[in-house]
């Protein structure tokens, strides 16, 4: 009985392993493919490949949540898989939606990210906008925010905070760059 309990245990570890292995073979995010006709080998290329650019400047130079959200979807998005590309050969735009806002992004024809205009509200403000509120405008309170980021590729990020504050009627809006 001992022995089969080890033997059980052994070929279920062995089943296990091989199952791990094959499955990390088979998601290969550049895979090739071999055209039967004429032998051409073509590669495809991962979204977040194509969108290393946009991933660099919006994804990770943003502290805030919601817009790192919006980004990984946007660079994740397929256009070739979408039904309404249909394989055009110009730009394609689409608009993301989430709880906080939407962007509005435009692809090129092979589904690279050219342009993106994404504005969220109300969203946590990062801890250095904090405090240079608080700082300038301590006894105001934060009642409303905007957050806006515009990219077009090949040109800087701009991103910038509209936020409204309130010291009982009165009501200042001030914008800062992000």
Same mark, same amino acid.
């Given at each position: 009985?001992?022995?089969?309990?080890?033997?059980?245990?052994?070929?279920?570890?062995?089943?296990?392993?091989?199952?791990?292995?094959?499955?990390?073979?088979?998601?290969?995010?550049?895979?090739?493919?071999?055209?039967?006709?004429?032998?051409?080998?073509?590669?495809?290329?991962?979204? +977040?490949?194509?969108?290393?650019?946009?991933?660099?400047?919006?994804?990770?130079?943003?502290?805030?949540?919601?817009?790192?959200?919006?980004?990984? %979807?946007?660079?994740?998005?397929?256009?070739?898989?979408?039904?309404?590309?249909?394989?055009? +050969?110009?730009?394609?735009?689409?608009?993301?939606?989430?709880?906080?806002?939407?962007?509005?992004?435009?692809?090129?024809?092979? $589904?690279?990210?050219?342009?993106?205009?994404?504005?969220?509200?109300?969203?946590?403000?990062?801890?250095?906008?904090?405090?240079?509120?608080?700082?300038?405008?301590?006894?105001?309170? %934060?009642?409303?925010?905007?957050?806006?980021?515009?990219?077009?590729? $090949?040109?800087?990020?701009?991103?910038?905070?509209?936020?409204?504050?309130?010291?009982?009627?009165?009501?200042?809006? %001030?914008?800062?760059?992000?």
């Amino acid at each position: 009985m001992r022995f089969n309990k080890k033997f059980i245990k052994f070929t279920l570890g062995a089943f296990l392993f091989i199952t791990l292995i094959a499955f990390a073979n088979t998601n290969d995010p550049a895979e090739k493919n071999e055209d039967k006709d004429n032998n051409e080998r073509t590669e495809i290329i991962s979204p +977040s490949e194509l969108n290393s650019d946009f991933i660099t400047n919006v994804y990770d130079n943003s502290t805030q949540k919601e817009a790192r959200f919006l980004a990984s %979807i946007i660079a994740e998005f397929d256009v070739n898989k979408s039904p309404q590309f249909e394989g055009r +050969s110009k730009s394609f735009k689409t608009i993301f939606k989430s709880e906080k806002g939407m962007a509005e992004v435009t692809y090129d024809k092979e $589904g690279r990210v050219i342009a993106v205009e994404k504005r969220l509200a109300n969203i946590m403000l990062p801890a250095e906008v904090q405090k240079k509120v608080g700082k300038r405008y301590g006894e105001w309170s %934060i009642v409303q925010n905007k957050y806006n980021i515009s990219y077009k590729q $090949g040109f800087d990020v701009k991103k910038y905070y509209t936020i409204t504050v309130q010291r009982g009627n009165e009501k200042k809006i %001030i914008r800062m760059i992000g």
